[in-house]
């Protein structure tokens, strides 16, 4: 599969997107200090901040304080803009008396904008699969953190070179201690987090697609759900390079691959999350989320008792209810080399945690009480791993603190601006 000439119509899908606006008075101007900027690049002296305001529940505004935060303990200057709001202008006189060596953001990627033709390096950090960010294959100046590897070796296919694997992280402030997380946890099992509605993604590959193409894309998701270690970028590229009449039938019908692809994610984490609450019998399950959904969840969990549904929060809001909780489900069965901050943050307030197994996970947390992982597609077997946690308390404890060290060593902010300050020079993108 050659991806690329998908990308363009794909970037409507994209997040954030931003006008190509130059006023004449600051073109003219660019290419006399673009030279001088490139010849006075310093290590990482100064990293200017994108900031990210249309995330649900406050989630990467959490991320950009954890980071600017850290860049703060390691010397590195750092100011927050936001290109939605403030000017091209305005952000340029800044600029004008004290250059970034880098602008970075999360999930932002400013596109055609003046930055570029001065030739700052922008660091997108990308929280989700890269192919919901097509035009980081368009950006000149674009070096793109992931939080899984797969999602690197994807647009290295594509052709862009200049990623790495950023995993997401917490700051080490968050981390209780074992005095702190002795508290009585009244709520057995929580999962934070949004309704995904398979049936509208099922409906439309109906209406799009035959039914051979609709039980390879099913066959694609199951396979998905089984394993610790495939994923739907990996199967839906080696189904287009086949060349057979699934890659004929998407070609034929203009539909975008990174489209199908977004799809493709979106059924399997819908998907997930259902089969984890159904399998889940003995615990309360508390779902915080936003209440229209309710109806939904409901719907696709037919009747199921022990259900408690309570209002969305916001992501600082999430370490009182996790002190609270016993275990936390954390559900993301297209995450195969990587981990979500759920996960870091359940276990920073001393819960457990429920998730998908996967090969990262088995790789870097040897805590059996603490990570709960089932053994896909057994979710059955969250019922056991829960009742193994829950039965000594003080042996879970021990677990979450091991835990902890590897929290401490591997997945702070503290630790991903060391990663920065490593990775970025050995990445050029002039």
């Not at 990293?47 to 303990?73: C, P, W």
Request: hydrophobic share 40%; glycine share 4%; net charge neutral.
């Amino acid at each position: 599969m050659n991806p690329r000439p998908t990308a363009p119509k794909a970037a409507a899908l994209a997040k954030l997107r931003y006008a190509p606006i130059m006023p004449t008075t600051l073109a003219k101007g660019l290419h006399l200090f673009q030279h001088f900027f490139i010849l006075c690049r310093c290590n990482l002296k100064r990293i200017d901040v994108f900031k990210n305001t249309k995330s649900k529940y406050g989630v990467l505004a959490a991320f950009t304080k954890g980071l600017q935060e850290a860049f703060r303990r390691a010397k590195i200057a750092s100011r927050t803009f936001d290109i939605l709001t403030q000017s091209e202008g305005h952000i340029l006189s800044f600029f004008a008396k004290d250059m970034p060596d880098y602008t970075i953001g999360f999930n932002v990627v400013p596109q055609h904008m003046s930055f570029e033709q001065l030739g700052i390096p922008h660091v997108a950090l990308i929280v989700d699969c890269a192919t919901h960010y097509p035009e980081i294959l368009e950006s000149k100046n674009a070096i793109a953190g992931f939080v899984e590897l797969d999602s690197c070796g994807f647009y290295r296919q594509c052709g862009q070179k200049n990623v790495f694997f950023f995993p997401h992280a917490i700051c080490q402030k968050q981390l209780k201690s074992v005095s702190q997380m002795s508290v009585k946890r009244d709520l057995d099992v929580v999962m934070c987090g949004s309704y995904c509605d398979p049936e509208p993604i099922r409906e439309g590959w109906k209406e799009l697609l035959s039914k051979r193409a609709q039980d390879t894309l099913f066959d694609m998701a199951e396979q998905v759900l089984a394993s610790d270690n495939l994923t739907h970028l990996q199967l839906f590229v080696t189904e287009m390079e086949k060349h057979g009449f699934f890659a004929d039938e998407i070609r034929d019908k203009e539909i975008p691959a990174f489209t199908m692809i977004n799809w493709l994610e979106m059924y399997i984490r819908g998907v997930d999350r259902v089969r984890f609450i159904q399998a889940i019998d003995g615990y309360d399950v508390h779902i915080f989320g936003d209440q229209p959904e309710r109806a939904k969840w409901e719907k696709a969990l037919k009747g199921k008792k022990g259900l408690y549904f309570h209002d969305e929060v916001a992501y600082e809001a999430l370490p009182d209810i996790f002190l609270r909780t016993r275990a936390v489900l954390n559900s993301m069965p297209t995450i195969k080399r990587g981990l979500h901050e759920r996960l870091l943050m359940g276990l920073s307030q001393g819960a457990s945690v429920l998730s998908n197994n996967n090969v990262f996970l088995a790789n870097t947390f040897h805590h059996p009480k603490a990570l709960l992982n089932i053994q896909l597609p057994n979710y059955a077997q969250a019922n056991e791993l829960l009742a193994g946690a829950f039965a000594n308390e003080e042996e879970r404890l021990i677990d979450i603190e091991a835990a902890h060290e590897v929290i401490r060593r591997e997945h702070t902010f503290d630790v991903r601006v060391k990663m920065l300050q490593d990775v970025l020079p050995k990445l050029s993108t002039t």
